[in-house]
């Protein structure tokens, strides 16, 4: 049945409607399995019929579909092959045609299609890129270069390899010289403009987008032809950088015009070529740096000028790395003038800083923090000031010495008004004073042996953390500078700075406390070199519960779901006091409960910070850990309505973290039985449909294998077994979850009787085997063997290699022996985990010691290499594993958001020992084998005699005389 285009775009009318977009949502999912339902949201975006908010809604949708159903991950197409050329045929003329709104949707989805297919499977594109740009249509050539932009840009983070530049060469050899052409044109039309706003805007668009894409073009090698036409392209660069045209302002103080994206643009490539191509470009870079120093000096301090101005400054940072463009910077008169004409300006507050600050102070926060504010001036001028600092530390620092002092007093004249010299003094003194990055575990690790850090804050800067009259921004400042700095303070003098930190959440000031909560979360995370906390756990439990109670009031201040999200710098300052405290948190478990079950209650209706919830969740994650092993029941009572809401209203974002959090419950609880609890959890985690999304299933996986084990009787008596098998099955079929596949067959395998498996072995064995020999991997192969020892250590719970190899006869008779030779021994020894690793000495050992195949169908042969191996896994025995339970800090910028899988750290499952009673390994084989030499009437010595090599006979002899 065909797609119904007009069904679909009044569901999509329907999915802008908060009251109804769930229920519409839901039905476009139903519609996607209809033929051409991909083209049916193309024709929708097409069509001006059509309200733009339904056009827009379909282009989004469509980006999204592409996104899950283009390819699976083995890059085999999952809708039908007219469809695929239908796509690829329409996508560009429709891109080109549209409005800007619906060409970035459009674009993000080309770019799904170019990462799978471009440029083998699409080799026509290019070709079909460069037809349509025409010599003096701007609109369709936008449209274009947007497309070329969104495939090409993919190129900038990657690792060189032989296959990019395959794909680089084949788009330079088409792309490139109608591109410089298109410039030349471009360049024309702009001449030809000087007194025509609309022509000169459209073209200043056309120029900006050529801007990023001779930044994609040149990201990883310098191409031929721009190197041959480097005099001419470095001429038009600095013609717009010194360009000015009135037309092109903007009357607005805050909104960038297109002179200010195509200048930020131009610096974006000066950059990147005084880097990279320095051989080159070197020639050429004096003239930028004087444009630079120009504009930098003429430029006004609207805040529409930030990313132009952070641009020039980046530019000139890179300029000042290279030793002989840094030399021009190396006299005092000389580097006075670049901090009183280009760092004090541009590192001063300004009355929009001061307004952010009171007006947005969340955006505030996100600008100010270390990393996160890239384009604002003061970052840009502060790494400006630093790279000057690495080349000529301490002339740099007698310069700006004297800035601080002037500025210093300055505001002892009047402090009450003169409170931003301060600042400016603070920051100055901060920038000059940082070596290196600054890391997010500790700080700042090293600083500027010309200056002493402790000595200015308790100079200048301690007073502001105790004065009441103390302007908010330099209370920040304070708090700022113990957090950069936070790794130059002693043990002690963070005693004594930590119940300063702490007042300062009491701040009514939102910038001030949160600043407070930011630092107080990275000193309880702080250690020693003995990994002692700086902070201890017997300072911060007594103030805990009054601590968590404040934070939780100022997360909860305003009601409404996005802003109880908005900061997450709060919620992460609750996680690491509830790791901290660990299980001195059972006390006041209940008010930490209810807590952060109300947040969870309000966010889930609306879940719009992914960084928030993240340590949301991490929070519940530790109140598992640390008090679900004495208070189990309390917790499982009052998290089940809550969770299973979320899991019934179908709330994606959070699904994955809630079977985390039940598999953690369930793991930490002692009675060992699976109650009724967790029963009435299985019908609905055996739905299939749920491991669709790849961020569920490592989160189901965990949750299914705490149950099986526990429930293997009742999932049996209720019929369950098959569902789990089917689930499997779908999993150890796809390369991305063959390891969750293995996870779930071990638990089967080893927590069902194998009088109850025993039909299904051979069909799981086959689809194992059909994988191995079809589309085999190393992980598929590591956790293959991995599995194989599982099964065969386990004899006694009637498994075995016996079992094992009686199975693989039913698929097909004797291919056993080359598996066992080709694979499960040579792969055997690189099995890196202990357990894993103790798992293959006991198969191996039950397999010398009672295999009858061993004895029999493989002779000496089978019987020798199988010793072989053990002898070479006890060469470096596997140790007891460390009961290190630290839990990792995760930088929330590798935290994978979105629809992704996102594990708990706070909650992570712990590894179990298989073998809990083999704790010397070398000595538990010795005995055993001991043992069975004694049963079997002296039949393993024999062996040994019979069918070892000399050296073979002794090393296994000394292993059982041990």
Not at 676 to 692: A, C, G, K, Q, R
Request: aromatic share 10%; charged share 20%; glycine share 4%.
């Amino acid at each position: 049945m065909a797609a119904d285009i007009g069904k679909i775009a009044s569901l999509l009318e329907a999915s802008l409607d908060p009251r109804q977009n769930k229920q519409a949502e839901q039905a476009i999912k139903q519609e996607e399995d209809q033929k051409g339902f991909s083209l049916a949201l193309l024709q929708i975006v097409a069509s001006e019929t059509y309200p733009s908010t339904t056009r827009l809604a379909s282009a989004l949708f469509f980006k999204n579909f592409i996104r899950r159903s283009w390819t699976d991950e083995d890059g085999n197409y999952k809708l039908p092959q007219d469809e695929v050329v239908a796509i690829k045929k329409e996508l560009i003329g429709l891109m080109v045609a549209v409005p800007p709104s619906l060409q970035t949707q459009l674009g993000a989805a080309i770019s799904v299609i170019a990462d799978s297919d471009f440029w083998e499977r699409w080799d026509t594109l290019v070709d079909d890129l460069v037809s349509r740009l025409t010599a003096d249509n701007p609109t369709v050539n936008n449209g274009v270069l947007q497309v070329a932009h969104s495939i090409f840009r993919r190129w900038r983070p990657l690792f060189r390899s032989d296959a990019l530049f395959t794909e680089i060469n084949h788009v330079l050899s088409k792309f490139s010289s109608p591109f410089l052409g298109l410039l030349q044109n471009v360049d024309q039309a702009i001449s030809q403009a000087e007194g025509n706003r609309t022509v000169l805007q459209q073209n200043f668009t056309t120029l900006s987008l050529m801007m990023k894409l001779f930044y994609d073009l040149s990201c990883q090698d310098l191409p031929p032809v721009f190197e041959e036409n480097i005099g001419a392209i470095s001429g038009l660069f600095l013609k717009y950088l010194n360009y000015d045209n009135k037309l092109l302002h903007t009357d607005d103080e805050s909104e960038s015009g297109p002179q200010e994206f195509v200048k930020a643009g131009i610096f974006e490539a000066l950059q990147l070529y005084a880097q990279k191509y320095e051989d080159a470009f070197g020639p050429h870079l004096s003239q930028f740096i004087q444009s630079s120093w120009q504009l930098l000096t003429t430029i006004g301090s609207d805040t529409k000028y930030d990313v132009l101005v952070s641009k020039a400054l980046q530019f000139l940072t890179s300029i000042v790395k290279i030793k002989q463009h840094a030399d021009t910077f190396n006299s005092q008169e000389v580097l006075g003038q670049v901090v009183e004409n280009v760092v004090l300006p541009n590192l001063s507050l300004r009355e929009s800083d001061v307004e952010l600050f009171e007006d947005e102070p969340i955006e505030y926060i996100r600008r100010d923090l270390e990393g996160s504010d890239s384009d604002t001036r003061r970052r840009a001028a502060t790494d400006f000031l630093r790279a000057l600092m690495e080349q000529f530390e301490s002339l740099t620092t007698e310069v700006v010495n004297r800035y601080i002092n002037h500025y210093l007093s300055e505001n002892a004249k009047d402090p009450a008004n003169n409170w931003k010299s301060k600042d400016t003094a603070v920051y100055l003194f901060s920038s000059i004073a940082a070596k290196g990055t600054v890391t997010t575990a500790k700080g700042v690790l090293a600083t500027n042996t010309h200056v002493n850090v402790l000595d200015f804050f308790q100079n200048n800067i301690a007073s502001d953390l105790t004065d009441n009259n103390a302007h908010p921004l330099l209370k920040v400042d304070a708090i700022k500078y113990l957090y950069i700095f936070r790794s130059q303070l002693t043990k002690g003098q963070w005693q004594a700075a930590f119940p300063l930190l702490v007042n300062h959440l009491s701040s009514s000031n939102y910038v001030v406390y949160t600043y407070a909560a930011i630092a107080v979360e990275r000193v309880l995370f702080m250690t020693d070199d003995q990994r002692q906390p700086f902070i201890s756990r017997e300072t911060v439990t007594p103030l805990a519960k009054e601590l968590l109670q404040h934070l939780f009031l100022l997360i909860t201040k305003d009601v409404k779901p996005e802003k109880i999200q908005e900061n997450e710098f709060l919620m992460k300052a609750v996680m690491r006091v509830l790791i901290v405290i660990r299980d001195g948190v059972v006390p006041i478990m209940d008010t930490v409960l209810k807590n952060l079950i109300n947040i969870t209650k309000v966010i889930r209706h609306n879940p719009s910070n992914p960084r928030f919830y993240y340590y949301h969740f991490e929070s519940l994650g530790a109140l598992i850990r640390f008090a679900a092993p004495t208070q189990s029941s309390a917790l499982e009572q009052a998290l089940y309505d809550p969770f299973a809401e979320i899991l019934q209203t179908d709330v994606q974002e959070f699904q994955p973290y809630i079977f985390q959090l039940f598999a953690a419950l369930l793991e930490a609880n002692p009675s060992g039985t699976l109650s009724e609890y967790y029963l009435s959890l299985l019908p609905p985690v055996l739905t299939l449909d749920l491991y669709s999304s790849r961020g569920n299933i490592p989160a189901l996986i965990r949750l299914l294998t705490a149950i099986i084990p526990r429930g293997a009787e009742q999932i049996i008596a209720n019929k369950h077994l098959e569902s789990i098998l089917i689930i499997f099955q779908k999993l150890i079929s796809s390369k991305a979850n063959e390891a969750y596949g293995f996870d779930l067959l071990e638990a089967i395998v080893g927590s069902f009787p194998a009088s109850a498996l025993e039909q299904y072995f051979v069909p799981m064995l086959q689809i194992i085997l059909t994988r191995l020999s079809s589309s085999k991997t190393e992980t598929l192969t590591n956790r293959f063997v991995r599995f194989y020892h599982f099964f065969s250590a386990r004899d006694d719970k009637g498994l075995g290699a016996d079992l094992f190899i009686s199975i693989t006869d039913q698929v097909q008779n004797n291919v056993f022996t080359p598996i066992y030779t080709t694979i499960i021994l040579p792969e055997t020894q690189k099995l890196s985990r202990p357990y894993d690793r103790k798992t293959a000495v006991v198969s191996f050992t039950h397999t010398l010691a009672n295999s009858q195949a061993f004895v029999e169908r493989y002779g000496k042969k089978g019987w020798g290499w199988t010793c072989e191996a053990l002898l070479k896994l006890l060469i470096n025995p596997p140790l007891p594993q460390s009961t290190d339970d630290t839990i990792e800090d995760r930088d929330v910028e590798d935290v994978g958001f979105g629809v992704g899988f996102t594990p708990l750290n706070t909650c992570r499952p712990t590894p179990k020992d298989p073998f809990l009673e083999v704790q010397d390994v070398k000595a538990w084989v010795g005995g055993y084998l001991r043992a069975k030499d004694g049963e079997t009437g002296g039949r393993i010595g024999r062996f040994v005699s019979e069918r070892l090599s000399q050296e073979g006979q002794q090393a296994l002899s000394s292993v059982m005389q041990a």
